[in-house]
């Protein structure tokens, strides 16, 4: 041990950690502008390898600011079975990463001496990354906080975020989710989507068309990688590829669900299918201009919408007896949530902003459906619902009916990386489902009508001072703001609105809705006003807008 500390002396010198610098392990991971996050990525590796030996298993650290501009950047760090890292870990990174240099090695012992790791156990580390021009250099400075502990690290290099969770599930399950490689993760993919896309009768080459917006970003290339496995059952036109615009600038899903309108660089035909994903490619939204050019927007809700139906039919058809849930945030859109509720009579649970909420919340159930609004999602089928779908797809005797229902559902569970949100499964997925139910854009966007909603940004000097429960939908400081934000509520009809730090960017979020555009904007512009005032807003009130 004290010739590994030595190491990690004599390197971490070469990733010094700027004195006096504080960041938090926010809503996915460290992110900031790159320049200040060379130490946070070694000591990450430093982190990645002890959870490794904590866990007998490979970890996963991830390089990417995912939806947030070029010249950010982030890390996220993965578990075992490719879900997010624990809060108590978070907590170690937190630490870690703001140690001052001196104090590094004792920052470590005390994990080590905490987790009681066996510092003579082995450690394996997956290490991708995105395209950012800074990722580099500082997935480098993750593979040598690896090396300076004494770990093994496998560089995947340039992989969307959700490729390296499934990396990191195949690796840990000796192969049992799907081969713990890129060109794995396309055949286990697609091959599902092909034989899901049989099922679908009289498809025109029309219909398998979609345009995709890439974002700029990592998500393009891999879309491009893919295209040759997919047999021409879908037809991608491709833009924002990354060839000549910014990543995330004025496109990507970040920007078309914020902005409710298409990205520039797209094309849209009337009436035809588009989507764009994030950065990373962990999230999707959709959406489509009508005869008239109006943009119509399908988020994440509606996307959860789709899946749902589209399983609960198959269960029904199976004859299965599972219970299905959605999980959504305080950004789900009211009409969403009353449809799956008053409609569709599925369970529907709130969890706060944040991924691996969600994910906890789904794992409750047979099949839990999670999406944020913003597109991030995906659905968990427990050990026991695959092991029944399983038994009814192979069972000879099975009518007809049930088994293409079992079957159905099968492939429907390989086309899904159930390891995260993914925006490739999840367009693979949507696809398959819309060819299948012979369904248009316009058929799926008319399942419910969303309620006008805006969301805007406040700079606050310390976002830190707005803090809140119940899901995030209500503020419990700084004082006076909740009850300023009731009471602001109460002038408009089928309003609500809630205010909640980022954790991926230094802004307070603020979120409205009702019954009209105009409602909504402008309860939106004045709940703005408030935080502003009430919670040390910096740089000029909020404009109307
Ligand atoms: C990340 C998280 C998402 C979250 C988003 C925004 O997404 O994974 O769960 O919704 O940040 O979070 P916040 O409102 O706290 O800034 P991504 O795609 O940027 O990694």
Redo the contacts with the bound molecule.
Sequence with gaps: MMAQFQEISKQSGVHPKPAGLVLQY???GFRTNAKQLDHIMFRMGLLATLRSKKTKATIGVMVTA???PEEDNGV?LVDPMGEMVTPTWEGYATQLANAEQEDLLAALKVIIEKEAVNMSQEANVFVGKDTRSSSASLSQAVLDGVSALGGHSKDYGLVT?PQLHYMVCCQNTQGKYGEATVEGYYKKLCQAFIQLSKNASNCTDDQKHLSVDGANGIGALKVREMEGHLKKELHISLFNDGSKGKLNHLCGA?FVKVQQKPPTGIKMNPGERCCSF?G?A??IVYYYADSEGRFHLLDGDKVATLISTFLKELLTQAGLDLEIAVVQTAYANGSSTNYLEDTMKVIVRCTK???KHLHHAAQEFDIGVYF?A?G?GTVLFSKAAEEKIQQLAENSSTIDEKKRAALLLQNTINVINQTVGDAISDMLLIEAILAIKGMTIQQWDAIYSDLPNRQLKVKVSDRRVIDTTDAERRAVSPAGLQEAIDSLVKNYRQARSFV?P????DVV?VYAEAETQESADSLAHEVSLVVYRLAGGVGGEPKPL
């Design positions: 926010g809503t996915a995912s939806h947030n996220k975020t970040d994030d990373d962990d999230r902003t944040g991924v944020e913003n991030h909640r980022s954790g991926t960017e979020r």
